[in-house]
């Protein structure tokens, strides 16, 4: 389900591309200091409801193939484990459709200064907090924090 969220919002952001198509994958393995040559990497937060602290960290890379019109968005939703469960898993984080819009928004416009050279001026746009935060930010469950990549970190 996630991913058709985020394909479909990348979908609507990218047709005034030039005419290029651009895919999504889910890749867990990609970190901002891992980017292949050619690609580009860019981090930013939002918030989701799958936990306390409701604060996310997502990172991109992504590579335009201009000889092929094609342009791939790698993805990475940092998790978080339950800090009341023992042996918890990394937990994906929930986002709405709002959030996932806001985030490939501004990762639009990464994209059009990185790969066609253009600058539209940066997205304004906040992400939406709705409900509470039920808890202050838990470094040692936070993947985010283990990978060097939380805004949050202390």
Known sequence: M???????????????????SWDVVFDDSITQHN???GWYHYISGSF???WASKRVQVI???YLN???NQGTIKVRRFKQKCKRCTGARMEDPNFSVENIDVLVERLVTKIRVRCYHEYLG??????RF????NGPHETL???ACQYGACSQAT
Not at 4 to 18: C, D, R
Not at 122 to 127: A, K, M, Q, V
Not at 130 to 133: I, K, P, Q, T, Y
């Open 141 to 143: 469950h936070c993947e």
């Open 122 to 127: 940066e997205s304004n746009r906040p992400s």
């Open 35 to 37: 980017t292949a040559p």
């Open 2 to 20: 996630a991913s058709i969220l985020w394909n479909s919002a990348v979908q609507e952001s990218t047709t005034e591309l030039h005419g290029d």
């Open 48 to 50: 989701a409801g799958t």
């Open 60 to 62: 991109f890379h992504f």
């Open 66 to 68: 201009s000889a092929s």
């Open 130 to 133: 709705s409900g509470r935060m």
